[in-house]
């Protein structure tokens, strides 16, 4: 069974930076066929995706391109996401997720993703 467990998220000052981690467990040793990624929402709005780490390389969303970076310990089965530079519309629930590649999508569309966390918030704090 499948269990990523998102944490890290809290309150920053705009312009700060935080360090959001995802504990997998219960996915194939061996990934090489499986994209990671990290998707935000706020309320009333679709979940989008930031960014994702697959085989051969990594993918970010333009609005979050030079001040996000996701990376991955493989050996301890960690996602992390580092924000930079916090700015008013990043503040949302963010999301760790998994899947076996799909063609057709996008890795940073939430269709190519099977498993889900259930999010670690995000705020700024005036």
């Known amino acids: 069974q499948v269990q990523l467990v998102e944490s890290g998220g809290g309150s920053v000052q705009a312009g700060g930076s935080l360090r959001l981690s995802c504990a997998a467990s219960?996915?194939?040793?061996?990934?090489?066929?499986?994209?990671m990624g990290w998707f935000r929402q706020t309320p009333g709005k679709e979940r989008e995706g930031v960014a994702s780490i697959y085989t051969g390389g990594d993918s970010y969303d333009d609005s979050v391109k030079g001040r996000f970076t996701i990376s991955q310990d493989n050996a301890n089965n960690m996602l992390f996401l580092q924000i930079n530079t916090l700015k008013p519309e990043d503040p949302a629930m963010y999301y760790c997720?998994?899947?076996?590649?799909?063609?057709?999508?996008?890795?940073?569309?939430?269709?190519?993703?099977?498993?889900w966390g259930q999010g670690t918030q995000v705020t700024v704090s005036s």
């Open positions: 997720a998994a899947g076996p590649w799909r063609y057709g999508y996008s890795v940073l569309d939430q269709r190519q993703y099977n498993y």
């Open positions: 219960g996915l194939p040793r061996t990934r090489s066929y499986y994209a």
